[in-house]
């Protein structure tokens, strides 16, 4: 076992009693939720949150149906943040518990001024590891976005239905006629749906036309739905948009309506169709205090990218022609939030090229579109963060390469040429042999893959399938696991957990630090969450900086999981 990783979780409450000054960190619950296992005892987990103090312990009871409370941690204050219920399962027949988690102090065990955690569990005898909740239809989603839009400390899930996604590359292939419009639909970890907004015939049905976020812009405590719109059916007799008004709109979190709108991007500049058709929506604190909003358009030609202020006005306005060294055609299928010089502010890696917090470049690698890029940090070597990058264009060496985050110097790079480097690929922690986090990536038709340690050692490996698989921290060691082919597993290894449905999300939404794995099936959410006990006392990765932003960025573009600023 590396004590790097764990120099870096005993770290974390310094990292965010800084964020929560700077950044304002969403007021969350404890996130409790009570999961039966296969042998018929209860797993309970929770969050530690950034405010919590070293000593706070927690006192878990249990309320069946004959009234009677137990106490589950009996004779001692307890520290870890998950604990399984072994008596739960006695005598057969479906059974209802009352869990109830409180927050103490061991300075002063007596006093507390939070509001015991509660959840409800049903056992069954046929435990299911997750959390379903149904849509309302027999559709399946593409996005999911995770905030809370109340204000009442709980996650809520806003989706993007249906599953359908076409490209504005004009071969045959890629771009399909849309044949129904994008909704947006709210829904309560309950099941309650709170809200469907349609996206509209202007919208065509691809992710690149259809950029929208969800986070907490205007600081009232609850998060707004934010994303691009336009006017009534502007298709031409081909179904592409081409003409009419383009707007950036501000959705009400509780309600879907629409509270104000401001011009997106013109399309004015662009040679192509297939060049102003790809578009992008986030959030960064460029003044290290307070969210904007960034707007972008393009990615292989022009780029244009303007930040606003939560009240839409400009803050600052950039297009690649405006820089001396190569920003053209650098764009990624993502933008990527994070501080990379350390000066307290976000700069955007926007692909192969960063700007600064003052809209200005700050570096480029003038090597062309990246389909892999990745910003954590990587090498525990390197001061600060690193970019992992997988540049799709062909190239004659250094497609695959780690570059310092704050300067673009390359840490070390693949040495042959490539044709077409592919896919999300993967950055993570997976092999405890290894220092640092490994990344992973190939070429388009799986003829060659890489799997490197942090300082550029060609790791050998016998995986198969996607180049996407997903990182996710889900058993009790350091590592990380991955989401792949059906399963969570160790890497190489055999199942931990089946999951079914598509893979949409990876992310520390419930329960203690480890995250879930969000999947999508036919009229149903379906939220895969860890059922192994750990001791390790983390707070919630939703409070690290970046990793937030990360999660927000993830219903625009590509799916890239989000990283660690630290």
Request: contains cysteine.
């Amino acid at each position: 076992m590396r004590s790097r990783f764990w120099v870096i979780w005993i770290g974390f409450p310094l990292l965010f009693s800084f964020a929560a000054v700077v950044t304002g960190v969403e007021k969350l619950d404890r996130g409790l939720v009570a999961i039966e296992r296969k042998d018929g005892s209860v797993f309970l987990s929770w969050r530690l949150l950034e405010s919590d103090p070293e000593d706070i312990i927690f006192l878990i009871t249990r309320c069946g149906p004959d009234g009677r409370t137990n106490v589950l941690n009996e004779g001692k204050g307890y520290r870890p943040t998950n604990i399984v219920d072994n008596t739960a399962r006695n005598g057969t027949g479906k059974k209802t518990y009352l869990y109830q988690v409180n927050k103490f102090s061991q300075k002063n065990p007596a006093v507390t001024s939070e509001r015991p955690s509660q959840v409800t569990v049903t056992l069954t005898g046929r435990p299911k590891p997750y959390i379903s909740i149904p849509l309302k239809g027999n559709y399946d989603f593409q996005k999911v976005g995770i905030a809370d839009l109340d204000g009442d400390g709980a996650y809520e899930f806003v989706i993007k239905q249906p599953n359908f996604n076409t490209d504005p590359y004009q071969q045959p292939g890629y771009w399909k006629r849309s044949t129904t419009t994008y909704k947006l639909e709210a829904y309560r970890l309950d099941g309650t749906m709170m809200w469907r907004y349609d996206m509209g015939w202007s919208i065509e049905a691809g992710i690149w036309y259809s950029p929208w976020i969800v986070y907490d812009v205007d600081g009232d405590g609850k998060a707004e739905v934010y994303c691009k719109a336009g006017v009534g059916d502007p298709r031409d007799e081909k179904g592409l948009v081409q003409s009419g008004p383009e707007y950036l709109v501000k959705l009400d979190g509780q309600t879907g309506k629409v509270m104000a709108k401001t011009a997106w991007l013109s399309r004015d500049g662009f040679s192509k169709y297939n060049y102003y058709c790809r578009n992008f929506l986030t959030v960064a604190y460029l003044d290290g205090e307070k969210p904007s909003l960034i707007m972008q358009r393009g990615t292989y030609n022009l780029i244009k990218t303007q930040a606003l202020d939560k009240d839409f006005n400009q803050i600052w306005y950039w297009e690649s022609p405006q820089e001396k060294k190569k920003y053209r055609g650098q764009g990624s299928h993502g933008l990527i939030t994070a501080d990379v010089d350390g000066d307290g502010k976000d700069e955007l890696v926007i692909g192969a090229a960063v700007l600064d917090d003052n809209g200005k470049g700050l570096w480029t690698l003038e090597m062309g579109h990246p389909d892999v890029c990745y910003v954590a940090d990587i090498d525990p070597c390197n001061p600060g963060l690193e970019v992992f990058y997988g540049i799709e264009t062909r190239q004659q060496t250094d497609a695959v390469c780690v570059v310092d985050a704050k300067s673009g110097r390359k840490l070390w790079a693949l040495k042959e040429p490539t044709r077409h480097v592919h896919g999300q690929g993967m950055a993570g922690d997976i092999l405890a042999e290894y220092p640092g986090m490994e990344v992973y990536t190939g070429e388009r038709d799986l003829a060659k893959r890489w799997l490197y340690s942090s300082n550029g050692r060609l790791i050998e490996f016998r995986e198969t399938g996607p180049l996407t698989p997903r990182a996710v921290w889900w058993d009790s060691d350091p590592q990380k696991e991955v989401a792949v082919s059906g399963a969570i597993r160790d890497w190489g290894g055999e199942a931990i957990q089946p999951i079914e449905g598509r893979v949409i999300a990876v992310v520390d939404c419930l329960g203690d630090h480890r995250e879930e794995v969000i999947t999508s099936l036919k009229g149903e959410l379906r939220i895969y969450t860890t059922t192994i006990p750990t001791s390790s006392r983390r707070p919630c990765l939703m409070q690290d900086h970046q990793y937030r932003l990360g999660v927000v960025a993830q219903t625009m573009g590509y799916y890239y999981p989000a990283q660690l600023g630290k």
